[in-house]
């Protein structure tokens, strides 16, 4: 059969989430082309497999994505579907995000053991354990809560519910709540930490897919995907990262609202222990009319991502924006905070 009519998606097989969020974007695509049958394929990469280490040590979130890509260089799959925040902020050659879909919720949410049904954080008993694999959150957590102490867990979304509720070594454990929603489990959220408690990561709760930069066919297809807000918020966001050279290894935090052609950009720059922080808010005007822009510049990425149908001013605004903030904490110190986390965090 000619492979652009069954278009193939690739996951990351070990994860039910991966799964979930796959069949999610193909079930969109099948509403918009009725007449394409997708096929569904499965594999599990590295990433998935050191489950035993702490996210920040592996370091490069490469580690998720560099055997999708191979499978989508070699043609043996048209798309890969990836929680955007898994996505480095520079892609490989040949490679693009063709699609961000509309962002589900991007707070962090807290998970409680049963015994701690119904508190909060700060109800819980001095000295606390709280699980997260993430020092972005740890470090804006300890910051807010001192008196809790903070334990790497790893492991996928059941695994942890599974550590939290069959041990008693954590009271409660910090996921992202548009991963639990995907799951079914909003009913575990026991708090919603707000932008005021803890700052999310770049892109959390989008979701992305990743194409061949010049399969035109299969590009054109899923730009069909795109959510014009989320499009924008994350480009900024992404923007912000690339200028910090930020990644898993060091904890960079942002918040973005979209409101009347306003884009507003709150990112932020920790030490491990959250002493030590850095946050200033942006804004710009990204209220530009979509224009026919055929021609050479047809593909611009824009932080990995390409989107047709978005303004091409619009994107551009959110990239500066990232860029003019991110320079602004640089301006401040930020790269001292962050070699110093990194640092710390490769001796650990």
């Not at 989430?17 to 594999?43: G, N």
């Not at 053991?113 to 699980?131: F, Q």
């Not at 740890?138 to 001192?146: E, G, S």
């Not at 303004?311 to 962050?338: D, F």
Request: proline share 4%; hydrophobic share 40%; aromatic share 4%.
């Amino acid at each position: 059969e000619n492979r652009v009519h069954c278009p193939r998606a690739l996951l990351s097989a070990s994860l039910q989430l991966a799964r979930i969020q796959t069949d999610s974007i193909v079930e969109m695509l099948r509403e918009l082309y009725p007449d394409l049958r997708f096929e569904i394929v499965a594999m599990s990469t590295t990433g998935d497999k050191i489950l035993d280490t702490a996210l920040s040590k592996i370091g490069e979130k490469s580690l998720f994505t560099k055997e999708l890509e191979n499978a989508l260089e070699r043609n043996e799959v048209d798309l890969v579907v990836h929680s955007l925040k898994d996505l480095p902020t520079s892609l490989p050659p040949g490679f693009t995000i063709g699609a961000v879909c509309k962002r589900e919720n991007p707070l962090d949410a807290v998970v409680f053991h049963p015994k701690n049904c119904g508190k909060t954080l700060s109800l819980l008993p001095e000295k606390s354990v709280i699980g997260t694999s993430s020092l972005r959150r740890a470090a804006q957590l300890k910051k807010k809560f001192p008196q809790l102490e903070f334990r790497d867990i790893r492991g996928n979304l059941n695994t942890r519910l599974k550590k939290l509720d069959e041990k008693e070594d954590f009271s409660a454990i910090i996921l992202a709540a548009a991963g639990l929603k995907r799951m079914g489990w909003e009913n575990r959220i026991g708090q919603l930490l707000s932008p005021e408690d803890c700052l999310y990561a770049v892109g959390q709760g989008a979701l992305a897919v990743e194409v061949r930069a010049k399969d035109q066919e299969i590009l054109n297809m899923v730009s069909a995907l795109h959510d014009v807000d989320t499009v924008l918020c994350c480009i900024a966001e992404r923007a912000f990262m690339k200028r910090l050279e930020g990644g898993c290894s060091v904890p960079v935090a942002v918040n973005t609202m979209l409101k009347d052609g306003q884009l507003y950009l709150t990112g932020a720059v920790y030490s491990l222990d959250g002493s030590d922080s850095l946050k200033e808010t942006m804004q710009t005007s990204v209220n530009y009319p979509q224009r026919n822009e055929d021609g050479p510049n047809d593909d611009v990425q824009h932080v990995g991502i390409t989107a047709k149908n978005v303004p091409g001013q619009a994107q551009e605004a959110a990239e500066n924006l990232g860029v003019e903030l991110a320079s602004l904490l640089l301006s401040k110190g930020a790269k001292h905070i962050l070699s110093v986390a990194r640092q710390l965090n490769d001796a650990r």
